[in-house]
Structure formats: C-alpha cells, structure tokens
C-alpha cells in the first residue's frame, strides 16, 4: 500500500453486495422450514469455529497446538466461511495487532470509519495480496498455501455436497443465509469491538468487551481482554465470559487433539479492575500497590469484583511435549 489512505469505495463492494441481494432472491424462491434452518444454526457454528479456535486462535496467534491434519481441518474449516484464504486473514491479522489503532492497521474504525472496518478493507483491491512474510511460520505448509490461493473451491464444493444431497432449500440455508451471518458477525470484531463496549484493560487501541459479540462469535467479544493478552487462547477471562470456542478446545485437549493451550496468568487477569466507573487496569507492577494507596472507587471495585467473580480454575500447566500418537506441528 502506498501514499494516499484507502478509502472505503462502493464500486469495491459490489461482490459483497451482490451476495446479499441474490440471497435475499435465493430465500424467496426456496422458502424455509426448521429442518433449513437448524442446518444453519449447524453450519454456522462449525464455521464459525474455522474462524475463531483455526484463522484467529491457532493461525494468526499460535495460541495452542495440535497435528498437521487437524491443523489443516481448521484453515478448511475457517475457509468455508469464504473471508479470503487462511494466510491472508492470519497475516493481516497480525498486523492488526502490532498497529491496532494506529496508522498502520489495515481496519480501525477509529482512523477510517466504520464501513471501512467493517467490509471496506477486505474487498479493497489495496489489500489484496497475501503478506507472506507476516505469516512465515505457517505458510511453509504447502497444503496452506494451496489452501490459500483457492480458498473459493471448498466453498463451492459445499454448496455442490448440500445442494445435491440436501436439496436446494438447505443450500440456501446452510451455504449463503449462514454466510452472510458468519461474515457480518465476524466483521462486527473489527469494527463494532472497537467501538462499542467497555473497556476493563488499559490497551493502546480502543478495543472493547461486548457481551452480544461474545455471543455472536463464540467468545471473540471479548476483544479488549484479548488485545491486552493476545497469548491466550482463552479470550473470555472470568467465568462468567462466555468463551465457547474456549470450551470447545477444552473438549478437543481432554481427548488429545489439540494441546498446549496457553491459558492467561492469574496475575493478567487479576489486573482487572471491573467495568465500574470506567477503570482501565494497568499491566501489573512488581508490587502492587496496597489496597489503601488507590482511589476508594478502585478500592471498592477491586473489592466487589473479588466478590462476586473469583477467577476459575487455576491454569493447569502447558504440555511441554504433544502427545506421542500424534504428527505434532512446530
Ligand atoms: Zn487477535
Ligand atoms: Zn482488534
């Protein structure tokens, strides 16, 4: 990218466009019925795993490990939901970390809006290209990188399976209404997390947490959790943070397809001061500060929080070593 900012232009757009208005016609022609759109709650959840536990967690922040196979299950998992191939995302994403609000970040609402973010940057013919240095460690995988370049064809091939196996309603249903779902739900992280929510973690961005984004993404809402921790593979810190995609590579560890999960410190978590009278934690000194030393409101949110919403589980400990049954991936 060179010069002048990109812009957010509607002739950039029109695929995205495109897609809804032939959805909306695809809809009208095949109905529905609860069959077509359970298949979507289905497909959307699977997919939407793709994205969050394979493009974001595992692609774009190593934040756990597991086999080649499954590795390569997640990015096609992560590709269906057609959001460009799973390098490309990842190294952008990275990006988004390093720059996050600043000039260089390929999507802040803060610096280019909020269409910008939210659709603008991913069509824009500025971007494009795959950075493949930003994403050197994976995009040594041929079957990645193959991935990557043709990542419209498992899409295609799914809406090929369902159509002739299923029929044409639950195409529809399962391949394009839950497309437009998984798009905008993910694309609300880049634009809306960083708009709308509280922010509990002092960040250099202006990311936020949003319950009904966790929910719409299965845990992603949590998005000022996460830029404070980008580590973690656990975005939702306190019980009460609803992290499904957490939970569900919780599931996977106990049954050893996926280890190595790095899981927040306490003392990261415990840097939290609550969403009361907007009070941003800071990382943690060496020492904390004694109770009496903070402003009573502080004091009184350290101590309600304490109250009310102990941390989980202590962090069990990180397999050093993947298990001996399985092609472990460096
Ligand atoms: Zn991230
Ligand atoms: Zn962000």
């Known amino acids: 990218m060179s010069g002048d900012k990109p812009k957010f232009r509607f002739a950039d757009n029109l695929v995205f466009l495109g897609f809804h ?58 590709t269906l939901a057609i959001q460009k191939g799973v390098l490309w995302w990842a190294a952008h994403h990275r990006r988004h970390h390093r720059e996050s609000d600043q ?33 050197k460690d994976m995009a040594r995988y041929p079957e990645l990188r193959w991935l990557n370049q043709h990542f419209i064809l498992p899409f295609a091939a799914m809406c090929a399976l369902v159509n002739f196996t299923l029929g044409f309603q639950y195409l529809v249903w399962g391949c394009f209404v839950s497309t437009i779902f998984l798009w905008h739900a993910t694309f609300c992280i880049n634009s809306m997390a960083h708009l709308l929510g509280r922010r509990v973690y002092e960040t250099t961005d202006q990311s936020r947490n949003n319950v009904l984004l966790a929910l ?52 990261v978590v415990d840097g939290w001061l609550g969403g009361v009278d907007h009070l941003i ?3 943690p000194a060496a020492t904390p500060a004694p109770l009496g030393a903070m402003a009573p409101a502080a004091a009184a949110a350290v ?20 298990p001996s049954t399985s092609t472990a991936v460096e």
């Open 303 to 322: 101590v309600a929080v304490a109250a009310v919403a102990p941390l989980g589980a202590p962090p069990p400990a990180v397999h050093d070593a993947p």
């Open 281 to 283: 934690a800071r990382r």
């Open 216 to 267: 719409m993404t299965h845990g992603e809402g949590w998005h000022n959790n996460h830029h404070y921790y980008a580590a973690s593979v656990r975005q939702g810190f306190r019980w009460w943070q609803v992290d499904l995609s957490y939970m569900v590579l919780c599931a996977l560890e106990a049954v050893g397809v996926v280890w190595g999960l790095k899981r927040p410190p306490a003392e």
């Open 103 to 135: 000039e260089g970040d390929v999507h802040s609402p803060v610096r280019r809006g909020f269409w910008w973010s939210h659709v603008g940057w991913i069509m824009s013919p500025d971007f494009m290209e795959t950075d493949f240095d930003g994403i």
């Open 21 to 78: 208005v032939a959805t909306v016609v695809l809809v009208a022609l095949a109905g529905v019925s609860w069959g077509a759109v359970a298949f979507m709650a289905l497909m959307y959840a699977l997919i939407m795993f793709g994205i969050t536990a394979g493009y974001h967690r595992y692609f774009a922040h190593r934040s756990f490990r597991t086999s080649r196979a499954f590795q390569f299950v997640l990015a096609l998992l992560g």
